[in-house]
């Protein structure tokens, strides 16, 4: 959950969530670094009177200049691919539940073929939310995943373009009508998650949150039969 003056990523409650903060982490310490010395160097040309007097040759300064912005440029791209793919892989998952985007709620949907379990999520009004609950993000039925477990998120949408989007796990899809979008997620803990949507959908775009509750194998499982 995001508080006021928070600088970083929001609590990961999936390893994909904490490769995320950890890359971020990693290009800010690159960010800093450069800027520093650009910065310093920037300095000493304003103070300096006699920065521009000759025009030197060096070929080994240049080539250094060159090269080393590009290795810069690797460090921070491979392990910006190594992620996309990650996020992308959805391998062999335990659990599937599909999301579909409604103006203004979400559906969701366990099983399939007649065993289907189906309700709707609706954000909950402000008087109803109780104390230490989150004024517009707090919804009447939270979807549930298990921990522990590759869990498969399906995303699509009934009427316009939505998008499911939860930065505790570092995932983000749009919901499209007519198409599904598949999200992997690995839960590594037990908690509440929430999210929004964030693909301007109409009217009340700001009024469809995303709550989530992650539980254990065998309370999800005795959630999903009750």
């Known amino acids: 959950m995001s508080f ?39 300095m000493c040309l304003l103070k300096s009177a006699l920065s521009s007097r000759f025009i030197m040759e060096a070929q080994a300064l240049e080539a250094a200049w060159t090269v080393v912005p590009g290795l ?59 104390e230490g609950g989150y004024r517009l993000l707090e919804v009447d039925n939270r979807c549930v995943l298990p921990y522990g477990v590759d869990s498969r998120i399906l995303v699509s949408s009934a009427d316009v373009i939505h998008a499911w989007a939860l930065p505790s796990l570092g995932v983000k899809a749009d919901a499209i009508p007519g198409r599904i979008n598949q999200l992997g997620v690995h839960l ?7 999210g929004q949507c964030s693909e301007i959908c109409g009217v009340n775009h700001s009024f469809m949150p995303i709550g989530v509750e992650s539980v254990s194998p065998e309370v999800f499982y005795h959630w999903l039969v009750g």
């Open 4 to 42: 006021w003056g928070q600088l970083g990523f929001q609590d990961s409650y999936s390893g994909l969530s904490s490769e995320l903060s950890f890359f971020h982490d990693h290009t800010m310490f690159v960010l800093v670094l450069v800027s520093s010395f650009v910065g310093y160097m920037m």
């Open 72 to 130: 810069l440029l690797l460090i921070l791209a491979i392990p910006s691919v190594r992620l996309l793919y990650l996020l992308d892989e959805v391998g062999g998952p335990a659990v599937s539940m599909k999301a579909i985007g409604h103006q203004w709620y979400w559906e969701y949907e366990y099983g399939d073929g007649n065993d289907i379990i189906s309700f709707d999520s609706y954000m909950m009004n402000s008087l109803e939310v109780s």
């Open 188 to 194: 590594v803990k037990s908690g509440i998650m929430f």
